[in-house]
Each structure stands twice: as structure tokens, then as C-alpha cells.
């Protein structure tokens, strides 16, 4: 994969060179400015849905490997 | 009576249920005798929910009896993109990691589905998690191509469009990041639409690039993707990039059939070199029947459109990577253990998404991180956004001399299994005519443009619109269909070979 990666991202160099230090940036297509909705409990997943694709569960949790290394 | 079933448009099917000439239980039954008799060969689908529709079809047939006023695609039947949620069935994305995953909520678009009574018929194949243009990346083996069953449908929406394009439904939902739902159409003899950036709710469609994906509607007549399009879109509180405006007057925009006077706009920069002669033609062709009918076709240039691939090349990759996060091995989906050594959630999250992710998944990750990096990430991710500036201007340029846009949607038609699937640059390049689109949020439609003269497969022809003009595309894009059913003597995909042994 090491080989086509490199095609990959020297054929995306072009892009760096093209706009000068004038032009914005655009990250979102169509601009929006951010609303706020009144504060109220909306459609939730109950524990039993949102664990119910978990490989592991535990008491209405998530059960997850050990987060440190012993060493 | 089954083969006249399921050659109808959707638009005639809802109009034989409501004249009760139907029921919604035969077009039903009729659309997935249809799936059991092609799609062996096909594989359009990755799922087939046969209880579910056909409980869906006898309600609508109840309620119709019992005089209930339902909507006008009642009883109608869909097939949905294996990367758009849905309760009751399982969803892939066409993944190894989400093998056998059944979502705990339904997607905005198949709530509205499921409102509108139209009976789901199952869930289409893809490219993994949407990256690709030939439907090859799926973890599940690829569709063929309904035209040539040796040759690719498009990607990612192949699933979608070989669904429609061989009769085993008559429309579909497909999602668009670069061309996903516009490519494969214009490679399958069908048409599909890519809406307005944020027309159409994303709630529930998984992310591969957030500021680019759309969902949108796969068809094979302009006028069953418009009243689809009035279906599926509007404002949706649970997707923050969802626009306040209500989509109506498509339908009534695609049986118009009127271009007198409108202004389109040929992109200089997306035909000619690198298109395939029988596409240019077929271009070209339409272009004439549209001037004969009164439009006024005037050329057009968008110079950074020569940048748009590249720079989606490292906005897609970035945002994908940042998407993909989400699979950890953890939440949902597949949990794979390391061989030996420490169980730590690192090294299970390492070999989750080693197991779990295709190539091509991994190909994008792997870009994408490194182009979001400490060091690289004004020279790509920030560059490449400042490109997606220099796409807009050149929309906005072209759209003050021109209502809409034309180009071929790809610049080949459909190529071999197998063909491009080691050359990742080239497969690509397919999506060269669509990605401007997503670049800057704007509508864009594919509806078959003929066969090309030196392989006799279909040829797309694009639409664009200028951003909430999506009643544009509808506009035009049925005028073409008309002009070019009348010189054919009947839709295009008549000519498609005959699957399946049905006489």
C-alpha cells in the first residue's frame, strides 16, 4: 500500500500551489449561522438500545478492555 | 402481469394503486419475485425484507379500503442504500465491522418512508462505507452491471442503481459524497439526483465526509426522482446542516418539459480531452435536441475545476478518517482480540479495525490522518479548502450566465470488473465530472444520455443547479428525457438485455 499512497498524495500536491494566502478557507458548503433550541429532553436511545451492538456490556455499561498496559 | 408490475414507473404504479387497478401487496410481491429471479446474478442486494414490505403493502391495501387518505406513494415500493439506517433490518455499510449490526433508531429519509406507507424492499450493496466508484470495495462481493453483467454498476451507489436498472425496484435511495449516486446512474441507464448540501436530512446516513454526503434519489424517469425528492426532503432538527427550505413544485418542474429560453451552460473544462469519444457524442447529441427545443446554450469555463479532484482527495480522506474514529471496537459492531500480548483497548481497537476495514477504507484513513497532521495541515487539509473557495467562485461566475449547467456525468461508461481496482488513481478520475458539485454544495442530477457507438453502454448526462435551485435540474432534466424517449421511440433501459430468463 506504501507504494500507491505515495501516487496518492503526489498527485494532490497541485492543490497547495494553487490558492494564494488571500483566499478563505471554506469548510462548509453552504454557510449557517448555529441556532438554539429550548433546553428539553428530546428523542433518546434508552441503555438497552444504545448497548444493544455492543460486543461487551456490563451492567448497563459499555465493558471495555483495560486502558493501561500493566508494565 | 409481473413483468408489467415491475417495468412500471413509479409515478404509474402510484397511480394503478389509487385507481385500485393494484394492489400495493402484488407490486409488492411482484418486485421481490423479481429480486428472487435476477439478483443471484445482480447482487444489488444486501438484504431482502420480505415480511416487513409486504406487512407494509397489505396495511396500505387495508387502509385503502377502508377509504384512508395515503400519500400518492403508498404502496410503492424502495429499496435503501445498505449505508442509510433502519430498524428491523441490518445494516452493513458493506463492512466487515458492521456484519449482522442492527441500528437502534431509523434514519430521518427511511421515516419518512415508513410515513409515506412505501414498503422497503431491503438494503442495497455499496462500496465499503461508500468509498469507490464501481461497488468492487463492498465486503460482500460486488453488483454487476444489469447492461453487461461482466462490468461495473458505478460506485458507491451500484447497489441502488443496478436495483432500479433491472427492475427489481422502481426507486431507491442513494447517498453522494463525489458522484455516488450520479455515477452509478449514468453507468447503469438510470437516472440520479444530488440535492442541494443540506435538502435532504443526513440523520442517519453514516458519515463518510460530513460536509460533502447527501442523500438522494435513484430512479429510472426524472419525474419518479422528483416525487421521491419531495418525499425524502425538507428541514430536519437532528442533522445541524439541515436548510429550512420545504421542497415542493419538483414533480410538477419535471413533467413540464418546457426549455424555452432557459440558459445552459456547458463546462468547458469537463468534456473533450479525456472523454470517451461514444460520451462526447452522446454530449453532443443532447446538446442539439436542447437547442432545437429552444434552450440557449452558451460555454462556460470554471478553471479550478482542473484542482476540484485533488483537493477532494484530501477533504474526503480527512473527514472520513475522523468519521471512522467511531469504530473502536467498543460501541458497536465487530470486536477483533489481539493474537498474543496485553489486551489493552489500543491493541484491540488495532486489530478491530485491521479485521474489520477494506482496503480502500484503511487507503483513505491513512490519507487522511496524514493530511490533517501537525506539519501538513495547511499544506493539504488547509489548501484544499481554500481550493473549495476557488470551486465556489467558479459556480458562481458560471450561474450568472447560465440557469444550469451541463457536462457528462462520467467520462467513461461502465469498465470491467476488476479492471481499475488496483490502479486507485484511476478509479478516481471517474468521479472528475461530479466532485465539483460536492465541493460546493450544489444540485446536480444524471439522466442516460444514450448508448455510446463503440460499446453500446449507457452514457450519463449531468445537470447542476445553482445551491436550493434543485427545481432547476427537474426543469431540464425532464425536458432532455422527453426529447431523447421521443428519437429513441421509449426509455433507454428498454434496450437493456433481458435478465433472468423473463420473456
Known amino acids: ?71 | 402481469m409481473t413483468q408489467e408490475i415491475i417495468r412500471s414507473t413509479a409515478a404509474q404504479l402510484a397511480e394503478k394503486l389509487a385507481a385500485k387497478e393494484l394492489s400495493a401487496v402484488e407490486v409488492t410481491q411482484a418486485h421481490l419475485d423479481r429480486i428472487a429471479e435476477v439478483d443471484g446474478e445482480v447482487n444489488a442486494f444486501l438484504h431482502v425484507n420480505t415480511q416487513e414490505a409486504l406487512a407494509v403493502a397489505a396495511e396500505v391495501d387495508a387502509a385503502r379500503a377502508q377509504g384512508e387518505e395515503l400519500h400518492a406513494l403508498a404502496g410503492v415500493p424502495i429499496a435503501v442504500k445498505d449505508l442509510i439506517v433502519t430498524v428491523g433490518q441490518p445494516t452493513t455499510a458493506a463492512s466487515k465491522i458492521l456484519e449482522g449490526w442492527h441500528s437502534p433508531y431509523d434514519a430521518t429519509v427511511v421515516k419518512k418512508l415508513r410515513a409515506a406507507k412505501m414498503p422497503i424492499l431491503g438494503k442495497t450493496n455499496l462500496d465499503e462505507f461508500a468509498m469507490g466508484s464501481s461497488t468492487e470495495h463492498s465486503a460482500y462481493g460486488p453488483t454487476r452491471n444489469p447492461w453487461d453483467l461482466d462490468r461495473i454498476p458505478g460506485g458507491s451507489g451500484g447497489g441502488s442503481a443496478a436495483a432500479v436498472a433491472a427492475f427489481e425496484a422502481p426507486l431507491a435511495l442513494g447517498t453522494d459524497t463525489g458522484g455516488s449516486i450520479r455515477q452509478p446512474a449514468s453507468v447503469t441507464g438510470s437516472v440520479g439526483v444530488k440535492p442541494t448540501y443540506g435538502g435532504v436530512s443526513r440523520y442517519g446516513a453514516i458519515a463518510m465526509a460530513s460536509s460533502l454526503d447527501q442523500i438522494g434519489p435513484v430512479s429510472r424517469t426524472v419525474l419518479d426522482s422528483a416525487l421521491l425528492h419531495e418525499v425524502i426532503g425538507g428541514h430536519d432538527p437532528y442533522d445541524s446542516t439541515s436548510l429550512q427550505e420545504s421542497w415542493t413544485g419538483l414533480a410538477a418542474a419535471a413533467a413540464s418539459g418546457d426549455v424555452k429560453g432557459l440558459r445552459i451552460g456547458i463546462i468547458k473544462e469537463l468534456h473533450g480531452e479525456g472523454y470517451q469519444t461514444g460520451v462526447e457524442n452522446r454530449f453532443n447529441e443532447s446538446l442539439e435536441l436542447l437547442k432545437a427545443a429552444g434552450a440557449e446554450v452558451v460555454e462556460v469555463s470554471c478553471p479550478n475545476f482542473q484542482y476540484a479532484l485533488g483537493a477532494y482527495y484530501l477533504i474526503m480522506p480527512s473527514e472520513a478518517s475522523s468519521n471512522l474514529a467511531k469504530f473502536d471496537g467498543v460501541r458497536f459492531g465487530l470486536r477483533a482480540l489481539p493474537e498474543d500480548g496485553p489486551m489493552t483497548i489500543e491493541r484491540v481497537m488495532g486489530a478491530t479495525r485491521a479485521a474489520g476495514f477494506g482496503d480502500e477504507v484503511k487507503r483513505r484513513i491513512i490519507l487522511g490522518t496524514y493530511a490533517l497532521s501537525a506539519g501538513y495541515y495547511d499544506a493539504y487539509y488547509g489548501s484544499a479548502q481554500k481550493v473549495r473557495t476557488l470551486i465556489q467562485r467558479d459556480f458562481d461566475a458560471a450561474f450568472a450566465q447560465a440557469d444550469v449547467l451541463i457536462s457528462p456525468t462520467a467520462p467513461t461508461t461502465a469498465f470491467k470488473l476488476g479492471e481499475k481496482l488496483n490502479d486507485p488513481l484511476a478509479m478516481y478520475l471517474n468521479d472528475v465530472a461530479t466532485i465539483p458539485a460536492n465541493m460546493a454544495g450544489v444540485p446536480g442530477i444524471s439522466i442516460p444520455g444514450g448508448l455510446a457507438d463503440e460499446d453500446g453502454l449507457p452514457v450519463g448526462i449531468q445537470f447542476l443547479a445553482p445551491a436550493r435551485q434543485d427545481v432547476r435540474l427537474y426543469r431540464a432534466a425532464g425536458a432532455l428525457e422527453k426529447l431523447l424517449e421521443e428519437k429513441w421511440g421509449g426509455p433507454l433501459l428498454a434496450q437493456a438485455p433481458v435478465l433472468g430468463g423473463a420473456k
Open chain 1, 1 to 71: 500500500m506504501a507504494g500507491e499512497l505515495a501516487v496518492i498524495v503526489d498527485s494532490v500536491k497541485s492543490v497547495s500551489e494553487v490558492a494564494g494566502a488571500d483566499v478563505p478557507a471554506t469548510s462548509h458548503p453552504i454557510p449557517l449561522s448555529n441556532v438554539f433550541r429550548e433546553d428539553v429532553v428530546g428523542h433518546v436511545l434508552t441503555a438497552e438500545q444504545a448497548l444493544s451492538g455492543a460486543p461487551d456490556a456490563d451492567e448497563n455499561r459499555f465493558k471495555v478492555p483495560a486502558i493501561l498496559d500493566e508494565e
